[in-house]
């Protein structure tokens, strides 16, 4: 798990440049590699539960090749936006070739936009957090960073967190709740924390306006630079990549919850509180993410680090594959209901 393993993820915009460069049917690349070769790959290739030993550990976090693999997302993410930009506003695309550079684009931008910008917005520096809101951007979910740090992060595995999916609940509902859920709660929480330094929300200090003018001056860039229609296929591809993002908050969280302490409290988020999968493409494709207990249990914990928990609920198989069981509700259901764990289990860390 070198740092150039993780540069696997760069095959999906390669694919969908590929796609967008060659046109017609080739633009089923992406989608094919994603949906298609990946979960057949996951079903048959390892999904190993060791863990980085201290020594490892420490290695990694001084390793500045595990930062460079990300920050490659920022130039690739926004090549491909003006490419995509570029083939629609000289009219090389259309009927069902745009949809299918927008799906293409879309899927970059859920694995790299929105991915990468999770990722660094959890960094403690600000200039790391500034990249993130950045390529967050380039999906149109800038307000990801305020949600999903101050909100899910505070209120997963509760009934209040929008991005908590209920046991029984069809993702394509889920997709309404959350979205529209997760948005409004940004604008709460920037809300509830000016109002505690006595201040108006309506000010540039709240971020969630400087947010919202950021991805604005980027849709009037891409308009003035390719035209509307570019402009709205990058809206469609952002869509996308939202919809991926909320298809995996579905899955990460289904059917688990906290329980209230004797005084009302909720008790501490564990690994038992997130969905784990150790598919080794998933882990690779997605920063460690499916490793998601332990990002939840320790969110400051850099990707390059994230652990295995036997407390934690094994998904059946990784991410993409999910993605495609999620989107038939009753057969998730019918895969995912007996795997809810009944009762807590005790923390043990697998020895690497």
């Known amino acids: 798990m070198q740092p150039i393993c993780y540069s696997l993820v760069y095959i999906v915009p390669a694919f969908a440049t590929a796609g967008l460069l060659l046109e017609g049917p080739w633009l089923a690349l992406a989608p094919a590699l994603v949906f298609g070769i990946i979960p057949i790959a996951e079903l048959v290739f390892p999904a190993p539960t060791a863990n980085p030993d201290a020594e490892e550990t420490k290695s990694r976090l001084s390793n500045w090749g595990y930062d460079a693999v990300i920050y490659m997302a920022l130039p690739v993410q926004f090549g491909l936006i003006a490419l ?7 009219g090389a695309l259309a009927g069902f070739e745009i949809l299918g550079a927008i799906l293409s684009v879309g899927l970059s931008c859920g694995a790299l936009g929105i991915n990468v910008g999770h990722e660094l917005g959890h960094r403690a520096d600000r200039r790391q957090q ?3 809101k950045v390529i967050l951007s380039t999906s149109l979910y800038a307000h990801f960073f305020i949600e999903h740090n101050r909100g899910h992060h505070a209120r997963v595995a509760t009934d209040e967190d ?3 999916s209920r046991k029984g609940e069809w993702v394509q509902a889920f997709w ?3 979205l529209i859920g997760g948005y409004l709660s940004a604008w709460k ?3 509830v924390r000016l109002a505690r330094r006595g201040q108006s929300p309506w000010t540039w200090s709240n971020e969630m306006i400087r947010l919202q003018l950021g991805q604005a001056l980027l849709l009037l860039a891409i308009f003035a630079a390719f035209g509307a229609q570019a402009m709205l296929a990058f809206m469609g591809a952002s869509l996308v990549g939202a919809l991926l993002l909320e298809t995996v908050n579905y899955v990460e ?3 688990l919850r906290r329980e209230r302490n004797d005084r009302g409290k909720w008790e501490r988020v564990r690994p038992a509180h997130s969905w784990n999968s150790n598919g080794i493409l998933g882990r690779l494709l997605l920063f460690e993410l499916t490793r998601h207990s332990d990002h939840h249990a320790y969110p400051k914990r850099p990707y390059s680090v994230l652990r295995h928990f036997d407390e934690a609920p094994q998904l059946p198989t990784g991410y993409p594959g999910m993605i495609l069981l999620a989107l038939v509700p009753p057969l998730f259901f019918a895969v995912m209901h007996p ?3 009944r009762k807590p289990v005790t923390t043990k860390i697998q020895a690497a």
Not at 85 to 90: E, F, H
């Open 339 to 341: 795997r809810i764990p």
């Open 130 to 132: 500034l990249a993130g």
């Open 176 to 178: 309404f709740r959350s």
């Open 84 to 90: 995509l930009g570029s083939l629609v506003s000289s």
């Open 189 to 191: 929480l920037e809300a």
């Open 162 to 164: 929008p991005a908590t």
């Open 253 to 255: 969280h289904y059917g």
